[in-house]
């Protein structure tokens, strides 16, 4: 299927976002998730099912001062 993540286009066989994470090399990474503009928390990541032209984004928290 053909979704977006992180305002590029991706195409993948991941279920759901949990599995879309790690396909990406995220794993237990602490990041934070949006599907389609809406907040998916990390506790609900593995129910959250990804379809056909989803968009996702992934934030990494960065460190610095």
């Given at each position: 299927?053909?979704?977006v ?7 993948t066989q ?10 990406h ?7 934070a ?12 990541r ?20």
């Amino acid at each position: 299927m053909n979704i977006v993540v992180n305002g590029q286009p991706v195409t993948t066989q991941a279920a759901s976002l949990s599995d879309l994470l790690a396909e990406h090399g995220y794993g237990t990474a602490k990041v934070a998730t949006a599907v389609n503009g809406t907040l998916a928390p990390a506790s609900m990541r593995h129910e959250q099912e990804i379809v056909d032209g989803d968009q996702i984004e992934i934030v990494a928290p960065m460190q610095g001062g």
